[in-house]
């Protein structure tokens, strides 16, 4: 049941609506703030082959085409997000499909790079898809990802709380009680999975990636004095970079 | 200055005759709730020549003797502890020295191991030390450390808040604010120096280790059924556990 949700949440109307509403939907990876830091981290895309787990409206595999990359296929779940994406590519290097990320099968040494943004915290076993995506890699290729960062998803109330003194604090609990969270994101009863940030780690590990980079993602100053609202990212980070090589 | 105080407060005689009543102070390794999950990072110890940067009263140093170690080299700043840690021990393969981690050298390929525990959140240059240790290490060998975990360094005002329903939360603030925290632990001005987890990592891979396994300390059930103080632990990580290997 939680499961359910979790997966068909993007195709429900109302967090569909308002999804597509958010400033990265509407504008694409330049919106979003941590991509400058992702893209960094990223090797040079031509020739490569590239699998975009949750690739969501396409931002991402349109710009790899861009970038000179061979092939991009976009895999996500959501109906909705695929027949924009579609919609909205042109170029015949990219190609979508629906697939579930729990129970994705990949062809093996197929793909000089996996990406995902924001899509493997909601995954239930993270292990069975590293281990999936390690086999479709081929070796010294990498795996770059992003998630919500296991602070941010480890509360039981997540919110800012403000102190006596004025300053605000993010209020943990339960980060070590891994599993299912319950939030109001865009709509009532979104599920995410809390993982640690070790076992994140570990589970890459013991799939065989060594680990490359690990960002906790905070904005620059430049960022900050932009856009001031970031400034609350440097007390708690929302999300997590990593890096890591087949 | 900062820095004086953080090198010198285990000599300062209130904070070291508080420190000596710790459990773990007076009854060693397995008064460490986290012990059990340190060792099990460990490799076989037999015939291994060891530095244990930050030794304090000698309690690992001991143990590895017993195990086997060829050598274990103690390292520690204060006087008084490497002087209780000298009466209390009585095996020749252990032997101590009274050294700056700030401004440590050792000699290139001299060890199989190099363990710590909870004394690198006092250093201020970590990627130096980190260098240094990569150097003194052997090929295939592995540096074994525990610090404070950053979500613990991190706050203005570390300590529990209670929320109107009873529950209690950890505040994180300035997670992404590295640098020096000063906290009042056994004694008043402590300097400790708050460095994120991605940072801590990332020094260890620029240095050339591979991340073998990042653990947020937390206790087993049966720890918290012994010990029901230990339950806190589950809400937040107080210590960081990392393995990697040269």
């Given amino acids: 049941m939680e499961r359910e949700l979790a997966q068909n949440v993007y ?3 109302e967090f569909f609506e308002r999804y597509s509403r958010l400033n990265r939907s509407v504008h694409g990876l330049d919106a979003a703030p941590e991509w400058p830091a992702i893209r960094v981290l990223l ?52 190609q979508y ?14 793909f000089d790079l996996a990406y995902s943004s924001l899509a493997f915290h909601y995954i239930e076993d993270f292990g069975r898809l590293v281990r999936t995506v390690f086999r479709a890699l081929v070796p010294g290729a990498n795996l770059v990802f992003t998630i919500e960062h296991p ?25 070590a009680v891994e599993g299912a969270r319950i939030t109001d994101w865009l709509a009532k009863g979104v599920v995410k999975q809390h993982r640690t940030l070790g076992t994140t780690l570990n589970t890459l590990i013991g799939a065989g990636f060594a680990i490359r980079h690990v960002q906790e993602w905070h904005p620059t100053p430049e ?13 708690r980070p929302m999300m997590l970079l990593v890096a890591a090589q087949r």
Same sequence: chains 1, 2.
């Fill in 11 to 13: 195709d429900t109307p």
């Fill in 43 to 94: 090797p040079d895309l031509g020739g490569r082959r590239i699998v975009d787990l949750g690739c969501g409206f396409g931002w991402f595999a349109r710009w790899a085409a861009t970038q000179g990359a061979a092939h991009v296929l976009g895999i996500d779940l959501s109906e909705k997000m695929l027949s924009r994406a579609r919609a909205e590519t042109a170029d015949p290097a990219v």
């Fill in 97 to 110: 499909v629906k697939a579930d990320l729990e129970s994705l099968e990949l062809p093996e040494g197929a």
């Fill in 151 to 175: 602070i941010y998803t480890a509360p039981t109330a997540p919110g800012w709380l403000v102190r006596e003194d004025g300053r605000k604090t993010w209020p943990i609990d339960r980060y």
């Fill in 223 to 235: 960022q900050v004095a932009a856009q001031p609202a970031l400034a609350e990212e440097l007390e």
